[in-house]
């Protein structure tokens, strides 16, 4: 069984550009969600997709969009980056609507300069 | 909208002495709680999970951890700790339609030998 990973590892941007973040779930899983995580913060919720359809958001400006793919992985984009967005992105998969058991990518740390 | 308060920032304990991370949440819902581990570099481990039915939860790696619903608290233990339980952990609430996630700030736990 494959856990979720993501790419790329490690991302230094440059601030107004846009990035894209690559996640694929674990074998089985239909659900992805993304996450944000400042040093020394908890992550902080940005979405949910279920099937191909974003199905939850957290408190995220529309700059920051996905994608989910008929493989269930899925791709987070940020646009116009800020200096405010240098962070750990975690994305997680489960299985079903509800997030009751969720598995953890090992992050992609962004650093917007 | 949920939110979780986790009232220790860092908590040193001495091997083999028992531990309690403290951790409160408000919702003007029922919730599901969870607890996840995070240890270095790495992405999120789920220790254990409240959805229903008993209010002590069972976990990995001994944890446990006691739903308390008149105290709006989830606070997880272990007898005792080894060096490797060194780690930071999460409390987390989610609504039960499933489509919203919210962490605490975290606790760094720290095993002295």
């Known amino acids: 069984e494959t856990g979720v990973t993501q790419s790329p590892t490690h991302l230094i941007k440059t601030r107004g550009q846009q990035v894209t973040l690559r996640c694929s779930s674990q074998?089985?899983?239909?659900?992805v969600s993304w996450y944000q995580q400042a040093l020394g913060q908890g992550p902080q919720f940005i979405f949910q997709?279920?099937?191909?359809?974003?199905?939850g958001r957290g408190n995220f400006p529309p700059r920051f969009s996905g994608l989910q793919f008929p493989n269930y992985s899925s791709e987070l984009n940020v646009n116009a980056l800020e200096l405010d967005d240098s962070a750990l992105y975690l994305c997680?998969?489960?299985?079903?609507?509800?997030?009751?058991?969720?598995?953890f990518g090992p992050g992609t740390r962004l650093t917007v300069t | 909208a949920q939110s979780v308060t986790q009232l220790d920032s860092q908590v040193p304990v001495f091997e083999e002495a028992p531990v309690e991370l403290r951790c409160n949440y408000s919702s003007s819902v029922s919730v599901y709680l969870f607890w996840y581990v995070q240890y270095p570099n790495q992405g999120l481990q789920l220790l254990l999970k409240y959805l229903s039915g008993s209010t002590l939860v069972k976990g990995i790696n001994g944890f446990e951890a006691e739903f308390n619903k008149s105290q709006t608290s989830f606070h997880l233990r272990k007898p005792s700790v080894h060096i490797s339980d060194t780690a930071e952990y999460f409390c987390a609430v989610s609504d039960r339609v499933g489509n919203q996630f919210y962490f605490g700030t975290g606790t760094s736990l720290t095993v002295i030998p």
């Open positions: 074998s089985g899983h239909n659900t």
């Open positions: 997709y279920y099937r191909e359809e974003e199905n």
């Open positions: 997680a998969s489960s299985l079903g609507q509800g997030l009751y058991e969720q598995y």
